[in-house]
């Protein structure tokens, strides 16, 4: 009878974390990879963004590529994009990562596949935009999962030329939030554990919850071990890492830092190191003017030296 009943009970938790979970993200329980005969944009209408025939300036002389966040698009960057483009850059985003919902194919939702594969497609979306506009390198931006994906793509796909840093497609990385070394999302990633600890497939529940590219941001996973390892930076590349100290998504938040390279080319810094008072949040980094003050100042060093900081 106690087998019995330990069984029942963990079936019917089971079927209750399986329900909780499906209305985790927006209702989004499971979502498939692009069907056949889905045909969705990667480059989106965005004010500010990809005009390919934004030629260079001297100022400027390198595009800056913007990449989002999980389970966000290039909307993310309605703000910065407008902003750097009134600086003088040349700016493009993508969508990346997209998948179907499981129950209507025709929703897509990005930032949510393989990271690995989004690193691939990240790849062809610069190569797009160096072939466009002439130009040999670009900058880029990446929030939350972003960064992740913007290294992977540096280490695996062409970003970055390890044999000779001089070809590197890459020349300066800013990240806000970034999953780095990984994430418990809040206290989520207990959730896993809990149920391997029950008997309950903890790792095979975990992409309900937080859909592939979420799972793959978790702490200790393969993904992030593969990125991290033989040290987190790439030669050759300037490095900029933004954090928040109210950061609740990327946690903790600390994680995000880079933890290999010299002062010189790796900079963590928090939000609350140039304004102690900014509450900014996960979704802040992308929208205040302390966290996009930073990112323009990481981007054009006589940005800082010609504009006050907006505390």
Same mark, same amino acid.
């Given at each position: 009878?106690?087998?019995?009943?330990?069984?029942? *009970?963990?079936?019917?938790?089971?079927?209750?974390?399986?329900?909780?979970?499906?209305?985790?993200?927006?209702?989004?329980?499971?979502?498939?990879?692009?069907?056949?005969?889905?045909?969705?944009?990667?480059?989106?209408? /965005?004010?500010?963004?990809?005009? *390919?025939?934004?030629?260079?300036?001297?100022?400027?002389?390198?595009?800056?590529?913007?990449?989002?966040?999980?389970?966000?698009? +290039?909307?993310?960057?309605?703000? /910065?994009?407008?902003?750097?483009?009134?600086?003088?850059? !040349?700016?493009?985003?993508?969508?990346?990562?997209? &998948?179907?919902?499981?129950?209507?194919?025709?929703?897509?939702?990005?930032?949510?596949?393989?990271?690995?594969?989004?690193?691939?497609?990240?790849?062809? *979306?610069?190569?797009?935009?160096?072939?466009?506009?002439? +130009?040999?390198?670009?900058?880029?931006?990446?929030?939350?999962?972003?960064?992740?994906?913007?290294?992977?793509?540096?280490? *695996?796909?062409?970003?970055?030329?390890?044999?000779?840093?001089?070809?590197?497609?890459?020349?300066?990385?800013?990240?806000?939030?970034?999953?780095?070394?990984?994430? @418990?999302?809040?206290?989520?990633?207990?959730?896993? @554990?809990?149920?391997?600890?029950?008997?309950?497939?903890?790792?095979?529940?975990?992409?309900?919850?937080?859909?592939? +590219?979420?799972?793959?941001?978790?702490?200790?996973?393969?993904?992030? &071990?593969? /990125?991290?390892?033989?040290?987190?930076?790439?030669?050759?590349? #300037?490095?900029?890492?933004?954090?928040?100290?109210?950061?609740?998504?990327?946690?903790?938040?600390?994680? @995000?830092?880079?933890?290999?390279?010299?002062?010189?080319?790796?900079?963590?810094?928090? &939000?609350? #190191?140039?304004?102690?008072?900014?509450?900014?949040?996960?979704?802040?980094?992308?929208?205040?003017?302390?966290?996009?003050?930073?990112?323009?100042?990481?981007?054009?060093?006589?940005? +800082?030296?010609?504009?006050?900081?907006? !505390?």
């Amino acid at each position: 009878m106690p087998n019995n009943l330990s069984r029942n *009970f963990r079936a019917t938790l089971l079927v209750a974390i399986v329900w909780a979970l499906s209305f985790v993200g927006n209702g989004i329980a499971v979502a498939e990879p692009l069907p056949p005969g889905v045909s969705v944009s990667t480059t989106p209408q /965005l004010v500010g963004a990809n005009d *390919f025939g934004c030629v260079p300036s001297a100022a400027h002389p390198r595009p800056v590529v913007l990449v989002h966040g999980t389970k966000m698009d +290039a909307s993310a960057w309605e703000t /910065l994009a407008p902003q750097l483009q009134s600086e003088g850059y !040349c700016v493009f985003a993508l969508n990346y990562g997209g &998948v179907s919902l499981l129950l209507d194919p025709s929703q897509i939702v990005w930032g949510s596949g393989d990271i690995v594969a989004s690193g691939r497609q990240l790849a062809t *979306f610069v190569d797009e935009v160096l072939q466009s506009t002439g +130009a040999a390198q670009v900058d880029m931006v990446g929030h939350s999962q972003g960064g992740v994906t913007a290294r992977q793509y540096m280490k *695996f796909d062409g970003g970055t030329d390890l044999q000779d840093p001089s070809r590197n497609k890459v020349h300066t990385l800013v990240t806000l939030g970034a999953t780095n070394h990984g994430t @418990t999302f809040g206290g989520l990633q207990q959730l896993s @554990t809990l149920l391997t600890s029950l008997g309950l497939p903890g790792d095979a529940l975990a992409p309900l919850a937080y859909n592939m +590219a979420g799972a793959q941001q978790l702490v200790g996973s393969s993904t992030l &071990v593969s /990125l991290n390892d033989g040290g987190d930076v790439q030669p050759g590349v #300037d490095y900029t890492v933004i954090a928040t100290r109210n950061d609740a998504v990327s946690t903790p938040a600390e994680n @995000t830092f880079l933890r290999s390279g010299d002062a010189l080319s790796v900079r963590n810094i928090w &939000v609350q #190191d140039l304004c102690p008072a900014a509450t900014t949040s996960h979704i802040g980094l992308v929208t205040d003017p302390v966290p996009l003050y930073m990112v323009k100042s990481a981007l054009d060093v006589n940005y +800082a030296a010609n504009s006050a900081p907006p !505390c």
